[in-house]
């Protein structure tokens, strides 16, 4: 009796597994190509691996693209169309002018993946896998991507240029631009270093730029750090390459310590007073509820790793166009003719 009971119990956590992924994924599945083109994600991961091994950088990039997606009507690769008659693109909105890049990387794993299956993997898709591919590539765990996107028949510029927190957002705003995705607090601290803060400044990608600190080093008079939250060498070592006038646009690495690397440097920083950017800082100052969860990731890299992959799960499956919406695009720059 107590054998078939616990037998009984089993049974249904096993029937429930698979309900739990659909439930995160919405009606997406990590299954989705496994009939239609099976070396799909092995396509994407070698294209995707090449494109970072030519340059680190690209991976971060690759990353952002996704998060500028996802936040832009949902994960329907609008981001990824050019201007045409019809269309004003995305890439010339305010976050992703000049800083947005990656379009080759991801033609590149189209144009292949056409070839092996033509019109069957959506852009949408490609770029989830390629956001997943990235982070595996910089040091960051895997995780299965829920599949069966398909690609938006048009693009929003001003959802481009209102939806997507800057770098240098204030909290509330950060916090009130995720909450309206379904992201919530754990999401935006766990995706603050990598996703939220790649491009800080046009033309960097995981850089900040000078002008993007230099308020928080410099009193109006004086010789005082203006933040009186900037450890005092750290302050010393920003000053030596951000003067007070001049050098406007020396670069940064956002996550100084590593700063390719998938780890929680990000957050050790910010807890020892070594966050680069206001915005890093806010979520040590400014919220207990984010204070406790960025120390949390500094004490364990581990459990940031996990809500890493798990953050980027949620945001990935952000209102995807599903079943017969949108369409499969056989360019991801245009709609089909
Ligand atoms: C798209 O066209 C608009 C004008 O219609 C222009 O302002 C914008 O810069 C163009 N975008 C890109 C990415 O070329
Ligand atoms: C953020 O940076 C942009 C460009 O670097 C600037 O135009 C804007 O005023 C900044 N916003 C805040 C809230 O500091």
């Known amino acids: 009796m107590v054998a ?3 037998c009984l119990v089993f049974i249904s956590l096993l029937s429930l597994a698979p309900l739990s992924v659909v439930a995160e994924g919405g009606n997406l599945y ?18 995707v691996q090449q494109a970072v091994a030519k340059e680190v950088r690209m991976a971060a990039s690759l990353l952002r693209l996704e998060f500028h997606d996802c936040f832009v009507k ?4 609008s981001n990824l169309l050019d201007n045409s008659s019809n269309i004003v693109s995305e890439k010339g909105s305010n976050p992703n ?3 947005a890049r990656g379009f080759e990387v991801i033609d590149d794993v189209k144009a292949a993946l056409e070839k092996e299956c033509p019109r069957t993997v959506s852009c949408a898709d490609i770029l989830a896998l390629a956001a997943r591919d990235s982070t595996v590539l910089a040091g960051g765990l895997s995780w299965e991507v829920p599949l069966g996107r398909r690609d938006s028949l048009g693009a929003s510029i001003k959802g481009s240029n209102s939806n997507i927190p800057a ?16 992201l919530d607090l754990v999401d935006l601290v766990a995706l603050s270093g990598k996703v939220l803060k790649t491009g800080a400044g046009s033309h960097t990608i995981g850089n900040a730029r000078c002008t993007s600190f230099r308020q928080r080093l410099y009193s109006q008079s004086g010789n005082e750090i203006a933040d009186a939250y900037v450890e005092a060498s750290f302050a010393v ?57 960025v120390k949390q990731y500094a004490a364990d890299n581990e459990l940031f ?14 209102s995807p166009l599903t079943g017969t919406e949108g369409e499969i695009r056989v360019s991801c720059r245009k709609i089909n003719g």
């Open 167 to 182: 770098p240098n957002s204030t909290l509330p705003t950060i916090i009130t631009k995720f909450k309206r995705r379904g």
């Open 97 to 99: 002018r000049n800083s």
């Open 237 to 293: 070592q920003l000053r030596n390459g951000c003067p007070r006038s001049g050098g406007d646009d020396n670069l940064f690495f956002l996550d100084a310590a590593t700063p390719t690397n998938f780890d929680n440097f990000y957050f050790k920083n910010i807890v020892a007073g070594k966050g680069l950017l206001s915005s890093d800082e806010v979520l040590f100052t400014k919220s207990p509820a984010t204070m406790a969860i």
């Open 4 to 6: 078939s009971l616990s």
């Open 30 to 47: 990590p299954q989705f190509y496994d009939r239609t083109c099976p070396k799909a994600q092995e396509i994407v991961r070698s294209v």
């Open 74 to 77: 949902g994960c329907d690769a």
């Open 305 to 318: 790793l996990r809500q890493f992959a798990k953050s980027m799960v949620k945001m990935s499956s952000i």
